[in-house]
């Protein structure tokens, strides 16, 4: 539908529009406050670089981050705040009590590492090594769960200088195994923001909402993204073991053969997306990215293994897509002779939703700090457990662009690879907007 006011006369009224809509004076923070922030963490990017790297040097498996948990933990006794170690594993959390009386906000990083070999060649890039599902692995920071935690350690400092300005109390969470478990203790129980929810790291006080930032180097650098509704896809991790018959290679008609019948398995799976859920709605990915099956050439094995991932955003879909998969894998698998048994991970990464209400009052105050940069984002296929905390309290989760030097958004390595790499040059702007949001949600009524 087109305009019906010539464009001069929109532009005019865009102000009382916005008023009228509740958006222009939606910013409750002393707006001079909101714009003290930019020199402050100016001032203390070389430390935030300087704990990146450090952590970045020395990264840690999922349910292993001692070393990371105690540098945090040791930085916030040094502001003065209310530490707690422990909290669902490895984590850390803190509390700022404000100088006025208010509401409770809660800020979150990451703090894990992947079992990556990292080929990014930065001077500070890691050599660590351990141990993931019992065999060494080399270690990386290759999501930027490094550059979080420095930034939220950053924003506790600035947080920490003015206490007496704030109305309320902040919680800082620093949460472990974000990107699932390596160790084999783990499997079976919660771990990651599951285990910190379970373990109160959301009571005592109860936050009225949370907050956190991820960044993704490939958004052009310093651009803070937000999203209302769902924003990062649920992520179940699906096993699926067909079994036949094992007979000689060459005489197949004496067995049933799993791997012939894993092949129509796999292909039935694609049918789940492309000809049974009704992605007009929202879209959804079924792929298999592990399959384990005979170790010889003229032998039928009795079995095969095979495992993937389902992501979706939207949870009816989700409960209906595991359902189909079931469903496919064991008709599949029937129609060959063989039986395919399916298995989800029980504690399957929810859709990572922002909370509509909240995300809306917000835009404002992510507009004025990040220096017009802020935007609509898309959504990510990837999974988050930031979802743990948005189905428990209201959240929000923003995304930073950090596209690195030389590269552009296109050109950068994505989260996960061995190549991955950040402009450490967008972490005041992150560090920013969360202690920009902090604030203005403690300053409204």
Same mark, same amino acid.
């Given at each position: 539908?087109?305009?019906? /006011? #010539?464009?001069?006369?929109?532009?005019?009224? /865009?102000?009382?529009?916005? &008023?009228?809509?509740?958006?222009?004076?939606?910013?409750?923070?002393?707006?001079?406050?909101?714009?003290?922030?930019?020199?402050?963490?100016?001032?203390?990017?070389?430390?935030?670089?300087?704990?990146?790297?450090?952590?970045? @040097?020395?990264?840690?498996?999922?349910?292993?981050?001692?070393?990371? !948990?105690?540098?945090?933990?040791?930085? /916030?006794?040094?502001?003065?705040?209310?530490?707690?170690?422990?909290?669902?594993?490895?984590?850390?959390?803190?509390?700022?009590?404000?100088?006025?009386?208010?509401?409770?906000?809660?800020?979150?990083?990451?703090?894990?590492?992947?079992?990556?070999?990292?080929?990014?060649?930065?001077?500070?890039?890691?050599?660590?090594?351990?141990?993931?599902?019992?065999?060494?692995?080399?270690?990386?920071?290759?999501?930027?769960?490094?550059?979080? =935690?420095?930034?939220?350690?950053g924003v506790a400092e600035v947080l920490a200088g003015l206490r007496a300005q704030i109305p309320g109390t902040v919680k800082f969470i620093f949460q472990p195994a974000e990107e699932g478990r390596s160790r084999h203790e783990d499997i079976g129980k919660p771990v990651g923001a599951k285990a910190m929810v379970d373990a109160g790291a959301l009571e005592n006080p109860k936050p009225d909402a949370a907050f956190a930032v991820h960044i993704i180097p490939n958004l052009p650098s310093g651009m803070i993204g937000y999203r209302s509704g769902p924003l990062f896809a649920s992520g179940d991790t699906v096993r699926i073991t067909v079994t036949g018959k @094992?007979?000689?290679?060459?005489? #197949?008609?004496?067995?049933?053969?799993?791997?012939?019948?894993?092949?129509?398995?796999?292909?039935?799976?694609?049918?789940?997306?492309?000809?049974?859920?009704?992605?007009?709605?929202?879209?959804?990915?079924?792929?298999?990215? @592990?399959?384990?099956?005979?170790?010889?050439?003229?032998?039928?094995?009795?079995?095969?293994?095979?495992?993937? =991932?389902?992501?979706?955003?939207?949870?009816?879909?989700?409960?209906?897509?595991?359902?189909?998969?079931?469903?496919?894998?064991?008709?599949?698998?029937?129609?060959?002779?063989?039986?395919?048994?399916?298995?989800?991970? #029980?504690?399957? +990464?929810?859709?990572?939703?922002?909370?509509?209400?909240?995300? @809306?009052?917000?835009?404002?105050?992510?507009?004025?700090?990040?220096?017009?940069?802020?935007?609509? !984002?898309?959504?990510?296929? &990837?999974?988050?457990?930031? &979802?743990?905390?948005?189905?428990?309290?209201?959240?929000? +989760?923003?995304?930073?662009?950090?596209?690195?030097?030389?590269?552009?958004?296109?050109?950068?390595?994505?989260?996960?690879? #061995? +190549?991955?790499?950040?402009?450490?040059?967008?972490?005041?702007?992150?560090?920013?907007? /969360?202690?920009?949001? &902090?604030?203005?949600?403690?300053?409204?009524?």
């Amino acid at each position: 539908m087109r305009h019906l /006011l #010539p464009r001069a006369c929109r532009l005019a009224a /865009l102000p009382l529009l916005l &008023a009228h809509a509740g958006l222009a004076s939606a910013q409750s923070a002393d707006p001079a406050l909101l714009d003290s922030l930019t020199p402050r963490f100016d001032a203390i990017q070389p430390r935030m670089v300087a704990w990146r790297r450090d952590i970045h @040097q020395h990264p840690e498996l999922s349910g292993q981050e001692v070393r990371t !948990a105690r540098l945090v933990a040791d930085h /916030l006794k040094q502001l003065g705040l209310e530490v707690k170690t422990g909290v669902g594993g490895t984590g850390v959390v803190a509390l700022l009590k404000g100088g006025k009386p208010g509401k409770v906000v809660a800020l979150r990083a990451d703090m894990d590492a992947l079992p990556v070999a990292e080929q990014s060649g930065v001077p500070f890039a890691s050599t660590a090594k351990q141990i993931n599902m019992g065999v060494e692995s080399p270690v990386m920071h290759a999501c930027g769960h490094d550059g979080h =935690t420095a930034m939220l350690m950053g924003v506790a400092e600035v947080l920490a200088g003015l206490r007496a300005q704030i109305p309320g109390t902040v919680k800082f969470i620093f949460q472990p195994a974000e990107e699932g478990r390596s160790r084999h203790e783990d499997i079976g129980k919660p771990v990651g923001a599951k285990a910190m929810v379970d373990a109160g790291a959301l009571e005592n006080p109860k936050p009225d909402a949370a907050f956190a930032v991820h960044i993704i180097p490939n958004l052009p650098s310093g651009m803070i993204g937000y999203r209302s509704g769902p924003l990062f896809a649920s992520g179940d991790t699906v096993r699926i073991t067909v079994t036949g018959k @094992q007979t000689h290679g060459g005489f #197949p008609w004496n067995g049933v053969d799993p791997i012939v019948a894993s092949a129509q398995v796999i292909t039935a799976l694609q049918t789940v997306v492309s000809r049974q859920l009704n992605i007009t709605k929202e879209p959804a990915v079924v792929s298999i990215g @592990q399959i384990n099956g005979g170790n010889r050439d003229n032998i039928i094995p009795a079995t095969v293994e095979m495992a993937g =991932t389902l992501r979706t955003f939207d949870e009816g879909m989700r409960a209906d897509a595991r359902k189909r998969i079931v469903q496919a894998a064991e008709s599949a698998a029937a129609a060959n002779g063989a039986s395919a048994k399916v298995s989800f991970d #029980p504690f399957g +990464y929810p859709v990572t939703i922002n909370d509509a209400a909240l995300t @809306q009052s917000m835009i404002p105050v992510l507009a004025r700090v990040s220096g017009g940069t802020a935007r609509e !984002a898309s959504k990510f296929m &990837a999974s988050e457990d930031f &979802a743990e905390f948005a189905n428990t309290v209201p959240g929000m +989760y923003v995304v930073l662009g950090a596209a690195p030097d030389g590269k552009t958004p296109a050109t950068a390595a994505p989260n996960h690879s #061995p +190549y991955f790499d950040f402009d450490e040059k967008a972490m005041p702007v992150g560090a920013r907007a /969360l202690a920009a949001l &902090a604030l203005d949600f403690l300053a409204r009524p």
